[in-house]
């Protein structure tokens, strides 16, 4: 097939060329959006991430075109219209089983970086600074963790979780196993809340967990508690985040992502103005560590992820080639 790859990295180009197999692939710099979807005229099907647009608009502008398939070389869709694509006639593929790992060891080495006050002493060492006061930590071993969502990355944080000697409470509405076996113990949201003291998101989002952790679910934490963030921005509300933090009804915040991440992340701004003040509070608050949803970024997922979408769009192709051939015999 031939298809487009919008919104692509160098870090990714030789993966898929190396997986690409019989397909024609063309890498395009731009973000998929309605002004750019005229890019993808002459190919068969577009790969896009999770910055690009995926709307009714585009779609129809992409089906306009003789698109027929959309490959996503993530796991979460919630910046793809399913509904308005499966009216068009468009399929969709994504890669939910990518190493698990990248994402989930991400997330420890954001709580690590917290609450061991890890980039501020880097920081210090590097202006020649070897004091270490104000830079006293936690230990993880024997806190209470509580983890929303448990699926293939939830699992592999609450496993490395139980490997810090800690307590592990989950959420999500179908309990896992392995998980069940292990020790983790399924508990309410609200309890979940009340008893954690640290708090990962591993969940997707959808309209039932969009801003999750809003205000009300906030003032139900421990003042001491740590939330951490790798999944979707849109899981908390970051204005409710940075007002809890600065009331000291909040220890600490780490993330990988961001809300309205689509603007900026995955591009330089050096030296340029940040014009978005919630991400600028983000960015400069001394209790926030921020990552620019890198979580995803080792060279095992990102094979993981070429060759898993690969394969996915050659069976689309070869699926679709025996289907014609059926109607014309």
């Known amino acids: 097939m031939k298809i487009a790859f919008f919104s692509t990295a160098a870090y990714e180009r030789d993966w898929f060329i190396r997986y690409q197999a019989h397909h024609t692939i063309t890498f395009i710099d731009e973000i998929l959006t309605e002004q750019t979807s005229h890019l993808a005229s002459g190919y068969e099907a577009v ?10 608009p585009v779609l129809e502008s992409l089906r306009s075109l003789g698109i027929q398939l959309v490959a996503m070389r993530c796991v979460g869709l919630d910046n793809v219209d399913l509904e308005a694509a499966d009216e068009l006639g468009i399929t969709v593929l994504h890669v939910p089983g990518y190493s698990p790992y990248s994402v989930a060891e991400h997330a420890v080495a954001l709580l690590m970086g917290l609450v061991r006050h890890i980039p501020q002493a880097h920081e210090r060492v590097q202006q020649g600074n070897f004091s270490i006061n104000g830079l006293t930590g936690q230990d993880l071993h024997g806190k209470t963790v509580g983890v929303i969502g448990t699926g293939h ?16 409470l989950a959420f999500d509405i179908k309990p896992n196993q392995p998980l ?14 009340a008893e954690s003291d640290v708090i990962s998101l591993h969940c ?3 309209a039932q967990t969009r801003q999750l952790l809003d205000a009300p679910a906030l003032s139900q934490l421990k003042p001491t508690a740590i939330v951490v963030n790798s999944s979707r921005g849109g899981l908390v509300d970051t204005a409710a985040v940075l007002d809890a933090l600065d009331a000291n009804a909040l220890a600490g915040y780490a993330a990988d992502v961001y809300a309205n991440e ?6 330089d701004f050096s030296g340029q103005p940040i014009t978005d ?7 400069t608050h001394p209790r926030v ?4 949803h890198q979580g995803f970024l080792t060279e095992e997922a990102l094979q993981q992820i070429a060759h898993r979408l690969i394969l996915q769009i050659s069976f689309f192709q070869n699926s679709r080639q025996e289907g014609i051939s059926k109607m014309s015999m």
């Not at 790969?47 to 009714?56: N, P």
């Not at 069940?180 to 809340?193: D, H, I, W």
């Not at 689509?262 to 591009?267: G, L, N, S």
């Not at 560590?289 to 620019?292: G, Y």
């Open 180 to 193: 069940l076996n292990a020790g983790v113990r399924y508990v309410a949201l609200p309890t979940l809340l």
């Open 289 to 292: 560590l921020l990552t620019a």
């Open 204 to 206: 997707p989002l959808n």
């Open 277 to 283: 003040d919630l991400l600028n509070r983000l960015r």
């Open 47 to 56: 790969c896009a991430f999770v910055e690009d647009d995926l709307s009714k």
């Open 262 to 267: 689509k603007k900026w992340f995955h591009r």
């Open 153 to 168: 990355i939830g699992q592999a944080f609450c496993q490395i979780m139980l490997g810090f000697g800690c307590r592990v």
